[in-house]
């Protein structure tokens, strides 16, 4: 079985975050590499910010992002959140970087968003456009070749989000 390579922060490493299945509802071991899907962290969240390491949140593509808001304003507490994982099931599937865009405009969210899935090297910068910060790639990708589709363009023709600095 190929590995998945995670890109993050400009270099590329093994991925060894473990996600969950879509009905699997147990907590994970508490150990620094644990994801949960969306209905396992809204029913246990206290007990999950409760632990000695964060864990990740996966957003399959029929989950809604805007269940994540619990503060007065709407926004996401980043308490025991380590990041917020989209799912993109093929590459065809568009509907996470709708999330992606919404969990970085409408929910404030700052903390690490990584695509997972069906993640090509292709489609990078227009991920890193909607907000995403790191990128589980499918296995057999070439990671080198992700990191350079980082820069493919100079310029964006629509608008984009960056962290910390948000330009058309």
Same mark, same amino acid.
């Given at each position: 079985?190929?590995?998945?390579q995670?890109i &993050?922060?400009?270099?590329?490493?093994?991925?060894?975050?473990?996600?969950? +299945?879509?009905? @699997?509802?147990?907590?994970?071991?508490?150990?620094?590499?644990?994801?949960?899907n969306?209905?396992?962290?809204?029913e246990?969240?206290?007990?999950?910010? !409760?632990? +000695?390491?964060p864990?990740?949140?996966?957003l %399959?593509? @029929?989950?809604? %992002?805007? @269940?994540? !808001?619990?503060?007065?304003?709407g926004?996401?507490?980043?308490?025991?959140i380590?990041?917020?994982?989209?799912?993109?099931?093929?590459?065809?599937?568009?509907?996470?970087?709708? &999330? *992606? &865009?919404?969990?970085?405009?409408?929910? *404030?969210?700052?903390?690490?968003?990584?695509?997972?899935?069906d993640?090509? %090297?292709?489609?990078?910068?227009?991920?890193?456009?909607?907000?995403?910060?790191?990128?589980?790639?499918?296995?057999? &990708? @070439? !990671?080198?070749?992700?990191?350079? %589709?980082?820069?493919t363009?100079?310029?964006?023709? +629509?608008?984009?989000y960056r962290?910390?600095?948000?330009?058309?």
């Amino acid at each position: 079985m190929l590995e998945r390579q995670l890109i &993050q922060n400009g270099t590329s490493r093994i991925d060894h975050t473990r996600l969950p +299945q879509a009905d @699997d509802t147990t907590l994970p071991a508490d150990d620094g590499d644990a994801v949960v899907n969306l209905a396992t962290w809204l029913e246990h969240r206290g007990a999950l910010r !409760a632990r +000695q390491h964060p864990v990740g949140i996966a957003l %399959a593509p @029929d989950d809604e %992002a805007l @269940d994540l !808001a619990e503060t007065e304003s709407g926004t996401i507490d980043p308490t025991g959140i380590a990041f917020i994982a989209v799912e993109f099931p093929n590459m065809t599937d568009g509907r996470g970087f709708s &999330q *992606g &865009q919404l969990l970085r405009t409408r929910l *404030g969210w700052e903390g690490e968003m990584r695509a997972v899935g069906d993640v090509l %090297a292709d489609t990078m910068f227009y991920l890193s456009r909607c907000g995403f910060d790191s990128f589980s790639l499918k296995p057999g &990708q @070439d !990671a080198e070749l992700a990191l350079r %589709a980082l820069s493919t363009f100079s310029t964006g023709y +629509q608008r984009g989000y960056r962290l910390g600095n948000a330009r058309a």
